[in-house]
């Protein structure tokens, strides 16, 4: 079990940051077509996206 959690544990920055990443990506495209940020909270609602989430996009991508 404690193998499992380190592991988890150690992941977790890189998971993180890919996700930062992925989201940074997203914005820039939904920039690019001109929606806005309550099109975007959308997008990321329809994927299953929790509020934890869109807070971590909107500080990540404060420019939307």
């Known amino acids: 079990m404690d193998e499992k ?3 988890t544990t150690n992941e977790c920055p890189e998971i993180l940051s890919s996700l930062v990443s992925a989201l940074t990506q997203m914005t820039d495209c939904y920039k690019q077509l001109g929606f806005g940020e ?4 959308e997008m990321l609602s329809y994927l299953g996206a929790d509020e934890e989430i869109i807070k971590i996009a ?3 991508n404060s420019g939307l």
């Open 5 to 7: 959690r380190t592991k």
């Open 38 to 41: 309550k099109r975007y909270r």
């Open 58 to 60: 909107r500080r990540a």
